[in-house]
């Protein structure tokens, strides 16, 4: 059954939004909105995003105070009003009740068919990135592994993936950490990276923040500084950035 092609695209466009929509609300107000799981049928909404977080308190003893000035400003940069935004917001399938009754599923696998909303995507990573002295992109599997690549080669770092147990062949360095409904592993090989790099964690989407946490702690355990975590999408009343703590997050879109 062709399931997700019966949906309209969500769009945040030039359409006026619907009553109740999440549409271009201000930050203070994302973090009050409704779970991921919606009524069936409804069709989730995706909203331009504003994600900047300063990380104030973090440890940065292996980062000089210039870099910590630059890496500050970077978080707390000019709001995002970037038109392709709005491409890539339009090219995300939603589906709901998948895999399970109440989820809303966002699909990027249709914004990838489409050229310039993929392109985009990375390009916009691309411009936040670029001369930041990042030397590492970790990116978590599966969707991570899309989008961390492309960013990696064209910001001159190396890409470390970050894989579900028993993957890796050499030895590893793994995290547990817990989602929605259980528990899961992440593991790294040791010797991807040295203390004192400069990395950026990349993932499709952050909900709970387990999976991106889980990220974070297995490059801060050898001594990597994780400059940002980026996500195509965040699902706003998952708490996931709760999770995260003090440490910033960047997102293109935003998803109830
Ligand atoms: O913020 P969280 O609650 O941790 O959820 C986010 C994670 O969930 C999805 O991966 P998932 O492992 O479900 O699917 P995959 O098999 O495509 O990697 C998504 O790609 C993120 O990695
Ligand atoms: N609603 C959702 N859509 C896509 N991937 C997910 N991972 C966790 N929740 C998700």
């Given at each position: ?83 392709r935004i709005?491409r890539i917001s339009?090219a ?19 914004m ?5 909303a993929?392109?985009d995507t ?130 293109l879109?935003?998803?109830?």
């Open positions: 059954m062709m399931r997700g092609s019966l949906l309209p695209r969500c769009s945040n466009s030039i359409f006026p939004p619907p009553p109740n929509s999440n549409r271009l609300r201000p930050p203070f107000l994302k973090r009050l909105s409704a779970p991921t799981a919606a009524p069936s049928g409804a069709q989730s909404r995706l909203t331009f995003s504003q994600n900047y977080r300063t990380a104030p308190n973090r440890l940065r003893s292996s980062v000089s105070e210039s870099q910590w000035k630059q890496d500050r400003e970077m978080a707390t940069g000019d709001e995002l009003q970037d038109p709005a339009s995300i399938r939603v589906i709901p009740d998948f895999p399970k009754p109440g989820i809303m599923f966002q699909d990027i696998t249709t990838l068919l489409d050229t310039k993929f392109k990375i390009d916009l990573f691309v411009e936040r990135y670029r001369d930041k002295n990042i030397s590492v992109v970790a990116g978590v599997e599966a969707r991570g592994f899309i989008f961390g690549p492309p960013i990696a080669l064209a910001i001159g770092a190396k890409f470390v993936p970050m894989r579900k147990p028993n993957k890796l062949p050499g030895e590893v360095i793994s995290e547990e950490y817990s989602l929605e409904y259980g528990t899961d592993k992440m593991e790294m090989h040791v010797g991807a990276v040295e203390a004192g790099e400069r990395a950026l964690v990349i993932d499709d989407l952050i909900a709970t923040g387990g999976t991106l946490c889980a990220a974070v702690k297995l490059l801060e355990r050898v001594g990597v500084n994780v400059v940002e975590c980026a996500c195509v999408i965040e699902l706003l009343g998952l708490k996931g950035r709760e999770r995260l703590g003090d440490r910033p997050l960047f997102v879109v935003n998803a109830t």
